[in-house]
């Protein structure tokens, strides 16, 4: 499977982005997925996963309240919604399809995703 993520950009301190990733080359309901972000000199670290099925989340303490992982099976298209955004949430973000977990799990773990998109820039400014 491709992943296409889109919707990042330069916004204000307090503001509201939201992330696109777009699957082809199969089913993407066959896929759990989440986002992934990755600051300059900082590892790559989980910010938000949603199931195969059911759509259950799970989101970092560090986005907790302030983001909404969604997805549309029929457009192949996960989400992340982002408000209240902080210059420490600057970072690319990378969207990650798995295959491997059961169906109601969202995984977050890195290893856990089978498939990586390119990332988009998301930049705070205070």
């Known amino acids: 499977v491709q992943l296409q993520a889109s919707g990042g950009g330069l916004v204000q301190a307090g503001g509201s982005l939201r992330l696109s990733c777009v699957a082809s080359?199969?089913?993407?309901?066959?896929?759990?997925a989440g986002w992934f972000r990755q600051a300059p000199g900082k590892e790559r670290e989980f910010v938000a996963a949603i199931s195969r099925g059911v759509s259950s989340t799970v989101y970092a303490d560090s986005v907790k309240g302030r983001s909404t992982i969604s997805r549309d099976n029929a457009k192949n298209t996960v989400y992340l919604q982002m408000s209240s955004l902080k210059p420490e949430d600057a970072a690319v973000y990378f969207c990650?399809?798995?295959?491997?977990?059961?169906?109601?799990?969202?995984?977050?773990?890195?290893?856990?995703?089978?498939?990586w998109g390119q990332g988009t820039q998301v930049t705070v400014s205070s």
């Open positions: 080359g199969r089913t993407f309901s066959s896929y759990a």
């Open positions: 990650g399809a798995s295959m491997g977990v059961s169906w109601h799990l969202a995984p977050k773990i890195y290893d856990e995703y089978d498939y």
